[in-house]
């Protein structure tokens, strides 16, 4: 029984460790989706105050060229970080259900043992063909 206690604790740590990935990865891609709002914000700025949207334009601001690529690579991660989370969530659902099967199991052992230390060795089986016979 003490081995079956020590499943359910490993099998309770990995489904933590699992739900902690699904929430690193949930709050990465929020603060992604942060950062890019920002600079979407800082390139309106200087495109407003250099007075051209046009990127192909000789006189774009630098800046906002290079706050374009990195808002794209943020959002490129981001969409990326969601495949993560997908598979992550998988795996939480899977290392749920493990323990859940753990759980069940210890539950049923702990009845069983109670069950025949409550009848003890009079009400055995063979005891209770000795009674009916």
């Known amino acids: 029984?003490?081995?079956?206690?020590?499943?359910v604790r490993l099998k309770r740590f990995h489904v933590e460790e699992k739900r902690r990935r699904v929430l690193q990865i949930e709050t990465m891609i929020g603060e992604f989706a942060r950062m890019a709002?920002?600079?979407d914000r800082?390139?309106?700025?200087?495109?407003q105050r250099a007075g051209i949207v046009d990127m192909t334009h000789f006189a774009y601001p630098t800046y906002a060229r290079a706050a374009r690529a990195r808002r794209d690579n943020l959002l490129r991660s981001a969409d990326e970080l969601k495949g993560q989370l997908d598979e992550a969530r998988f795996h939480l659902e899977e290392a749920a259900a493990d323990l859940a099967k753990e759980q069940s199991l210890e539950v049923r052992e702990?009845?069983?043992d109670r069950l025949s230390d409550l009848a003890g060795p009079d009400l055995s089986l063979?005891?209770?063909r000795a009674v009916q016979a």
Do not use: N
């Open 1 to 7: 029984m003490k081995s079956r206690d020590t499943l």
């Open 37 to 39: 709002g920002d600079l």
């Open 42 to 47: 800082e390139i309106a700025v200087e495109e």
């Open 110 to 112: 702990k009845i069983s």
């Open 126 to 128: 063979g005891g209770l």
